[in-house]
């Protein structure tokens, strides 16, 4: 209450601190069906989808932009997504912000997704916390929360072999492949802290705020490995949201003179909404991978 007794500044933070709120009206769980079990989540008009958008919670904090980028383009989408859950087949995981009941749900759904392989739309865009994936862990401000894979294979290297399996079992049921870049992580941000240290009228070092740009570039590189592989072959098509999130030298919470991050890893349903023409070639009807 009263928000005149803060500065602007500080209200842009605390806003930005609870624009993680959303409408799920839209989304629903089939008890029969080729994804019965799943939740699903309608974007944009009314139809038959013709994008499926299946991701964690970076999927989730991208609901609103994507959303409203379906609605534009007219053209009916499709969100699944579960929490700290790899949208990846043929992985297990273990997660110690997560429980044995959800680490095993997290599987049986992607078994199910893998299954309704056939039914699923032709295009498919996969948007994910990678790094946490590939490295094992948070970073910064959640670093003390780590998740370890296991591929059905024994992999010594559990990701890069579920990305390469996930990207074939896609081409050999002809889907066309999309991968939204992991966003830059803001490693040391919670937009809540920043805003209750600037109430109280506290500095705020610029740490708090920004990432050197190389610090989250080399924090993405093994997660982007194998994806930007694949693009270079032809294989999948790319979003890639740093250039609007990051300059030369570092990355940002703050762009435009707004705060588009929640937290440390997620952008508020107001940054996805701003980030939603990145999705716009992909919702044409005649996009193709590479186009």
């Known amino acids: 209450g009263l928000p005149a007794r803060r500065s602007p500044v500080v209200l842009q933070y605390a806003s930005a601190s609870q624009d993680f709120i959303q409408d799920w009206s839209r989304c629903s769980t089939d008890s029969t069906g080729p994804l019965a079990g799943v939740e699903l989540c309608a974007l944009g008009p009314d139809g038959p989808p013709e994008l499926l958008v299946w991701g964690d919670s970076h999927g989730r904090a991208m609901k609103e932009g994507l959303d409203l980028a379906a609605a534009e383009a007219g053209v009916p989408a499709l969100l699944i997504w579960r929490a700290g859950c790899p949208p990846l087949f043929g992985v297990s995981k273990q997660e110690t912000a997560a429980t044995r009941a959800q680490d095993a749900a997290c599987r049986a759904a992607n078994d199910r997704i893998l299954q309704a392989l056939p039914q699923l739309p032709r295009r498919i865009l996969l948007v994910a916390r990678w790094s946490y994936y590939a490295e094992g862990a948070g970073a910064g401000r959640d670093r003390v929360n780590r998740i370890t894979l296991m ?128 999705f716009a070639p992909l919702l044409s009807r005649d996009a193709g991978v590479g186009s």
């Open 151 to 278: 591929d059905d294979a024994g992999s010594a290297d559990p990701y890069e072999t579920a990305v390469a399996r996930t990207l074939k079992l896609f081409a050999d049921a002809g889907k066309e492949v999309h991968v939204m870049r992991q966003l830059p992580e803001i490693q040391d941000y919670a937009s809540a802290v920043v805003a209750r240290r600037l109430a109280r009228g506290g500095d705020v070092a610029p740490q708090m705020i920004e990432v050197p740009r190389p610090r989250a570039e080399a924090r993405a590189a093994r997660a982007h490995a194998p994806f930007d592989a694949a693009a270079a072959a032809g294989a999948v098509g790319m979003i890639d949201a740093w250039p609007r999130l990051c300059g030369p030298d570092s990355c940002g919470a703050l762009q435009d003179g707004e705060v588009i991050y929640f937290d440390n890893n997620h952008v508020t349903n107001h940054g996805a909404m701003m980030l939603r023409d990145l």
